[in-house]
């Protein structure tokens, strides 16, 4: 073996191709081929999208799981350890898993006297293909990267695609406007194939792709629906195609309104495997009230004198999440100041994200993100500059760490 831990892998890879993003399908196909797995013996569910993506993800695990079936999942980036990138059945991939697969994919890629370049993420994407191969999965659910058309996701046929929802961001790969961006979205629908939109108003560029390649469409608010029982009052909802009603679903294991629109999109992925993969309501039940995912208003008690304190984890990292985030917020006041601990990319649209939120944010604690771990990180210095721009009336702490 090339190496013996996990880390020497990945820190390797990231040498070994510098671009950190260059898309392409060409050289993760190549790979594939060699490892003989371009047709997966699994089904295989793509999810594009802004935002939702991981939330859908561990949705779609999680019932699958409930109705007993085994499920990998993809997802990008992790939070703290790279093996959340790909589990099974809802567990982490171990290091032993990871760097097996990574030994395969470099016996791969140097074949036939022809050494492939990879980025890191093509190496995660390969990985994650050959680990639920071993495995055995009946599903594989893939998060795309970055875009859609052109990411290394992509290589994949899917059975079923997804787009959540789709705004501003990476305008540098994707483009400046939505529909821009909607239509790179929109590169995992593939003709005759269910092509799955979670957005009530999405982007023309989008639903004109999917006509002009022949997908079966279904768009939420037109296809499929879903809302709030309106004569209950405990957070009950319902959700709907044609041919299919679910009454009386439970409140989602994960916080916040703006999820149900992400479980409608899941529900209907649901629905059109469910000639192949048949799921009981029981399980569509209880999946939904066990998901959890890191970092999604997250609710975490500090202890000792912050005890009382309620304390939220959120990855919001641009103008639409954080409107989503700053709503939230502003349904649940609580007694005192609302403090917001930020550090963020400097890639980021980080003066949108805090005009967005400086109306329910009472005091600001900003801090840089540790160059040794990501050269990407915003200084205290520039969002502190952000934060002066939107208002010189905020009140703002600064730190060289977000330990403070």
């Known amino acids: 073996m090339r190496f013996d831990s996990l880390d020497a892998w990945l820190t390797w890879q990231a040498q070994l191709n510098p671009a950190e993003i260059e898309l392409g399908l060409e050289r993760v196909r190549i790979v594939l081929q060699r490892l003989q797995l371009v047709s997966p013996d699994f089904a295989v569910i793509t999810i594009a999208g802004t935002n939702g993506k991981g939330s859908s993800a561990a949705m779609l695990q999680s019932i699958y799981c409930a109705a007993g079936y085994h499920v990998g999942a993809y997802t990008s980036p992790h939070l703290q350890r790279y093996n959340e990138r ?58 795309v990267g970055l875009g859609g058309r052109l990411d290394a996701v992509n290589v994949i046929e899917p059975d079923v695609a997804l787009v959540t929802m789709v705004d501003i961001d990476h305008q540098s790969w994707l483009g400046n406007d939505r529909e821009t961006i909607a239509r790179e979205k929109a590169g995992i629908y593939r003709a005759n194939l269910p092509a799955i939109c979670a957005e009530p108003k999405p982007a023309h560029s989008l639903v004109a792709h999917a006509a002009a390649i022949g997908a079966q469409y279904y768009g939420l608010n037109g296809q499929f629906s879903y809302g709030l ?13 044609e ?162």
């Not at 991939?93 to 036939?112: K, N, S, V």
């Not at 916040?256 to 899941?266: C, D, E, H, I, R």
Request: glycine share 8%; aromatic share 6%; charged share 20%.
């Open 86 to 143: 790909i589990t099974l059945n809802g567990e982490e991939a171990d290091d032993a898993l990871l760097c097996d697969a990574f030994e395969q994919i470099e016996a791969a890629r140097c074949a036939d006297n022809d050494e492939i370049s990879l980025t890191y993420f093509e190496f995660g994407t390969l990985a994650a293909i050959v680990i639920f191969h071993q495995a055995g999965v009946d599903i594989g659910v893939l998060e």
């Open 229 to 241: 029982d309106s004569e209950a009052n405990n957070g009950t909802w319902f959700w709907q195609c």
């Open 243 to 404: 041919g299919r009603r679910y009454d009386a679903l439970p409140p989602l294991g994960l916080s916040g309104a703006f999820q149900l629109q992400n479980a409608a999109g899941v529900l209907m992925t649901v629905t059109l495997l469910q000639s192949r993969f048949p799921v009981a309501f029981a399980a569509v039940e209880s999946g939904l009230k066990q998901v959890q995912v890191a970092g999604r208003l997250q609710r975490v008690l500090p202890g000792g004198a912050f005890a009382q304190v309620e304390c939220l984890l959120d990855v919001a990292h641009n103008p639409s999440s954080a409107q989503v985030l700053s709503e939230t917020l502003a349904e649940r006041p609580c007694d005192g100041e609302t403090h917001a601990v930020v550090a963020m990319l400097e890639d980021k649209d980080i003066g949108a994200v805090i005009a967005t939120m400086a109306s329910v944010i009472g005091r600001w604690h900003v801090a840089s993100l540790d160059a040794s771990v990501c050269d990407r990180g915003a200084s205290a210095e520039a969002i502190v500059a952000c934060l002066q721009a939107v208002s010189d009336s905020l009140t703002v702490s600064s730190f060289d760490d977000v330990a403070g």
